[in-house]
């Protein structure tokens, strides 16, 4: 199939798989310089690369979940903590959820004097210190520099 005939099939840009071929994801089956051709698979390669990225995966996670002839080989370690991953998301937003109902509803007559509202207040600014020290823990094997 060459590259209009995927995008119509898919529903992506061409040059969406342009870029997904540079990233290692599908690959054309036509020689180099002319147009782009793609074995009949790349459907169903498609398809799983947006399943992946409908749970949340990287594209990095994704292209590694393919054989280099593009067969699916799925790490069944990264679908599990992926899952964990999502629960322990599902759960945040169900305690957000459930905290921004009560504060709708809350009969205080300011936030502030709310102490429902004071503890997703406090829980969500424990989140973002706990977000900000991961992103700023080093990498391992690195040295920060003295400065």
Known sequence: ??????????????????YYEEKGLVHSVAPPGERRRFAPGVLDQLALIALGQSAG??????????????????????????????????????AMSNGLRHAAACPAESHAQCPSFQRLLKAAADGALARQKKLAKPVKGLRRKAG
């Open 1 to 18: 199939m060459d590259i209009a005939e995927v995008a119509k099939r898919s529903g992506l840009r061409a040059s969406t798989l342009r």
């Open 57 to 94: 995966f990287s594209l990095d996670e994704i292209r590694s979940m393919f054989l280099p002839g593009g067969e699916p080989h799925i790490d069944r370690q990264l679908l599990s903590a992926k899952a964990d991953e999502l629960d322990a998301m599902v759960k945040r937003l169900k």
